[in-house]
């Protein structure tokens, strides 16, 4: 398989939130049965907790956008968090939309909001996503030469995971 380091990337935006100041947690998973968002969630709890934190709410929405903004809906009605990671962009955008046009919340001021995937609606201006970035070139590399081992009967079954990384914009507090 090839694959993001989903773990880490969701461990890089806990750290980020700590540091810039969020305290209540929020997460916005995909499928429950997704393991990509299993590890993601799995990597923002771990670092949450390693850092004195707890996740305080969470929500499923389906990876899709209607179900992710009544996910938001929800979550925001009952405890709300002060900062909120999106099992992907999509999703993320949702929230912003809910947050800002229904709830009239600033972003980031009042909520922040990550999404993961760096989708190029990510960095539209009215959006301007603070996300995970995903290295597509590299996986898809990977996967070629997987196919290429395959097609000449030398496929040696392993996981290969490509690391990720932190696309800063305008849904986070700027740093100090």
Do not use: K
Request: charged content about 25%.
């Amino acid at each position: 398989s090839v694959t993001s380091d989903n773990y880490a990337g969701g461990q890089l935006v806990a750290r980020l939130l700590v540091e810039r100041g969020y305290r209540r947690f929020g997460f916005l998973a995909g499928l429950e049965d997704s393991s990509t968002s299993i590890e993601r969630e799995r990597g923002y709890r771990d670092a949450l907790r390693a850092l004195g934190h707890d996740l305080a709410c969470r929500e499923v929405g389906h990876y899709d956008f209607d179900l992710a903004q009544a996910a938001v809906r929800r979550m925001f009605a009952a405890d709300a968090p002060d900062a909120l990671f999106a099992g992907n962009d999509h999703m993320a955008i949702a929230a912003l939309d809910v947050l800002r046009h229904e709830l009239g919340l600033r972003v980031p001021e009042d909520v922040a909001v990550v999404g993961f995937d760096d989708v190029p609606q990510a960095a539209w201006g009215a959006y301007r996503l603070t996300t995970v970035r995903q290295q597509v070139e590299p996986m898809v590399d990977a996967t070629v030469d997987l196919l290429r081992e395959q097609m000449q009967a030398e496929l040696r079954p392993r996981d290969i995971v490509v690391p990720c990384g932190l696309v800063e914009r305008a849904t986070v507090r700027a740093g100090p």
